[in-house]
């Protein structure tokens, strides 16, 4: 406020990062440039501003000197921005009233040359003086929010967060393409880390008997959780905090209003087809590692024999190919590794062994990878009951009058193979669920180069971006339990957002002129977020209505594009303000 | 061209090539202080009038840095920078600039490296084309 009566009162503060900014610039010469810059009122220097201390000369400094905003010398404002801006705050200032000159990784550190790298620190500080001498306030909000959320895809993961969603009293629908629950974990035998159900020995509970089907029936039961099955997502639209979706249900449409969104569609297997070398589909004792699934949840009951499906013979040398569609540099599988293939096979190579402990049973993988705590004892376990490790990629599944054979190699020993096999298990890889594009684009999420939903942040996953997560396979292959882990991660991120009932609003956003806006809607195309809305006003000079373009504050990610993008720069972004960007540069040069 | 020291004006997208500019100064990547980096939310936000401006006001380059292809924070911010700084170019050489003399670079936050090599490169180049004569034909 005070920053609009008369002249700005700038303070430049050089961080001298313990010695490493004096160590590459002549600070000396700096400070007194700085002196004679317009607007400023104090130079000052710390050692280090990153500590109690720092902020505490921050704070003294600004009081003594009535300043109403504030240069920072010294590190990167990616880092310390957010830091150094609340000391801001803690001294009665805006925290949008920083300025910082990244002299420490921009200046000094690429820059021996002492001279020279100081020459350029006068422009650095010219500029940030500059743009600081047009800051001003900004201020974000919250708006309210709906606390109720829509989950689409009821497998593990849909169903994880849906039940964690709904226990902390938010309304939650969950959208499931098929006509039940489970996904793809209901097709599986047993999983890892067990691999075994064992009714007659040490039962652990672990099979989809015993932990699946308690959670679906959680989930339809639940009071909260409106289970919608053999529905898809036809529309979304609204803003952060209050989407409307209109749902397709078998009995027609239902729309829903949901503050907030879990994407957890899952993953599609890699059609074999689209590598005939292996014979899927032609040679019918070659099947997927989920017709094995099938194959032994069928025979559980009854003789509880394995019986292949060509001649119903019970399989006594059975190959697993791994890596089929996965890791595939020809461009018909996809180049990425699916993680939990080989843990899969070994499980299922373990299963069949148990029961037919005679039984030859052959790995054929490139490498074994198993990102997952207890694979190594899995896999010791597998090498100690004899079942055979071969290193090399199969050629192909060949058939004669006897039966299959698998042609390939052991690189290890450098022999060409040709196994005569019974059965043939394809351990499938994982790609993005069909319709993930499609989504990406009604809900804005971006996807990675695999086709899956990008995580905003690929080390520190799992934030929402505008109230919407993915999680589970949609976002990339994962395990059982990181699936699971995914989801109470996003639905304790969504509760928390939830339960304050309200939206933050960012202070960085765009802002739109009324008055200035010509109603051209070149911005609302441009928008990533979907944040523009047309709406209607009174001309007031021609005594009619006109459509001008209207920023959702809640919904705008603060990009610029309509700013850029805007004819008569009606559309600001308010932290990035022409003016401002003009004075950097007319400092600059 | 002895002695000839160009000024770039960097208009850097905070989220792939203003950190990237970040990681080459701390893997200590070294490239010539010709360049000064101004900070964008987006290379989508860059108004070609900033970089006419820079260019009016005396910068002998232009870069502009944007995430890679696909890899936009925002999406296609990146993809609406490549189509306007198509057209620009077109529109400075037909002002009579060097159209050598803006560049658009693709690079992302873990891309110190070419960070640093992108700036050298930029300004041997710059230094092969000498200075800048926009300012004196175009300045009003």
């Given at each position: 406020m005070r920053a609009t009566e008369g002249r700005a009162r700038t303070g430049v503060l050089f961080c001298s990062c313990r010695g490493e900014l004096s160590s590459g610039l002549d600070l000396g010469s700096l400070k007194e440039y700085v002196?004679?810059?317009?607007?400023?009122v104090l130079v000052g220097e710390t050692a280090v501003l990153c500590d109690q201390n720092g902020q505490e000369e921050l704070r003294k400094a600004i009081a003594d000197n009535r300043l109403d905003r504030v240069v920072v010398a010294g590190c990167t404002p990616r880092v310390y921005e957010e830091m150094v801006g609340r000391a801001l705050v803690a001294a009665g200032l805006n925290r949008y009233m920083l300025e910082m000159a990244?002299?420490?990784?921009?200046c000094v550190w690429p820059h021996r040359d002492r001279k020279r790298a100081t020459g350029k620190a006068r422009l650095m500080l010219a500029a940030a003086v500059a743009r600081a001498s047009m800051l001003e306030p900004l201020h974000g909000g919250r708006i309210g929010m709906k606390r109720a959320a829509l989950v689409l895809g009821g497998g593990v993961a849909g169903m994880q967060a849906a039940i964690d969603l709904a226990d902390d009293g938010n309304e939650v629908h969950l959208v499931e393409r098929d006509g039940q629950l489970g996904g793809r974990t209901w097709q599986l035998s047993t999983t890892f880390p067990t691999h075994e159900c064992k009714p007659d020995g040490c039962c652990m509970h672990y099979c989809r008997e015993c932990i699946l089907v308690p959670k679906v029936e959680g989930v339809m039961q639940h009071p909260r959780i409106r289970v919608h099955l053999g529905s898809e997502l036809l529309e979304f639209g609204g803003v952060f905090g209050n989407y409307t979706a209109r749902i397709k249900e078998p009995g027609g449409i239902k729309e829903v209003e949901v503050g907030t969104v879990v994407l957890a569609t899952g993953s599609r297997l890699v059609d074999?087809?689209?590598?005939?070398e292996f014979g899927y589909g032609v040679h019918?004792?070659?099947?997927?590692f989920l017709d094995l699934e099938r194959m032994i949840v069928a025979s559980r009951p009854g003789d509880h024999e394995l019986h292949r499906p060509s001649d119903g013979k019970v399989p006594k040398v059975i190959d697993f190919i791994q890596c089929v569609g996965s890791r595939d540099e020809t461009g018909r599988g996809k180049a990425h590794c699916s993680l939990v293939c080989c843990t899969y096979a070994i499980g299922q190579a373990k299963e069949l062994k148990r029961r037919y402990p005679d039984a030859q049973v052959f790995i054929h993988y490139i490498d074994l990878r198993g990102p997952y705590r207890g694979f190594e004892e899995h896999y010791r376990e597998a090498r100690d009951m004899g079942i055979h490790f071969l290193r090399g990629r199969v050629s192909e599944v060949a058939a004669d009058r006897d039966g299959l054979v698998v042609v390939g190699e052991d690189i290890d020993t450098g022999k060409l193979l040709r196994i005569r096999s019974d059965l043939v298990v394809l351990s499938t890889g994982q790609e993005a669920a069909p319709g993930t594009e499609a989504l990406s684009q009604v809900l804005r999420v971006p996807l990675d180069g695999d086709g899956f939903f990008r995580e905003?942040?690929?080390?520190?996953?799992?934030?929402e971006r505008k109230g919407i997560i993915a999680v589970g396979c949609a976002a990339g292959p994962r395990g059982i339990r990181y699936s699971v882990q995914d989801a109470k991660a996003a639905a304790a991120t969504l509760n928390g957002l939830m339960r304050s009932g309200e939206v933050p609003v960012p202070a960085e956003r765009a802002e739109a002129d009324e008055q200035r806006c010509s109603g051209c809607r070149q911005c609302e195309s441009v928008c990533p977020a979907g944040a523009i809305v047309m709406k209607k006003v009174a001309d007031r000079r021609r005594g009619a209505t006109r459509w001008v373009a209207h920023v959702n504050p809640s919904q705008c990610v603060s990009c610029g594009a309509c700013a850029m993008a805007c004819p008569s720069k009606a559309i600001l972004l308010s932290n990035h303000k022409m003016k401002q960007l003009w004075a950097q540069i007319e400092a600059l040069t | 061209m002895t002695g000839f020291e160009p000024k770039i004006v960097g208009f850097l997208c905070n989220w792939c090539t203003y950190t990237g500019a970040d990681l080459a100064g701390v893997s200590r990547f070294q490239y010539p202080p010709n360049f000064i980096p101004i900070r964008v939310m987006c290379s989508g936000a860059v108004d070609p009038m900033y970089v006419v401006k820079a260019l009016v006001e005396g910068a002998d380059g232009v870069l502009i840095g944007g995430c890679n292809p696909g890899d936009c924070h925002y999406q296609s911010g990146n993809y609406k920078a490549r189509r306007r700084a198509t057209i620009l170019k077109q529109l400075l050489k037909d002002l009579g600039?060097?159209?050598?003399r803006l560049w658009v670079r693709w690079i992302s936050a873990s891309e110190g490296k070419k960070f640093a090599e992108t700036v050298t490169e930029f300004t041997e180049e710059l230094r092969r084309l000498g200075p800048s004569r926009f300012r004196e034909e175009w300045a009003l």
């Open positions: 002196r004679g810059l317009p607007d400023v990244n002299l420490r990784e921009q074999p087809a689209n590598l005939p019918k004792d070659v099947v997927t905003l942040n690929p080390a520190f996953d799992l934030l | 600039l060097d159209e050598r």
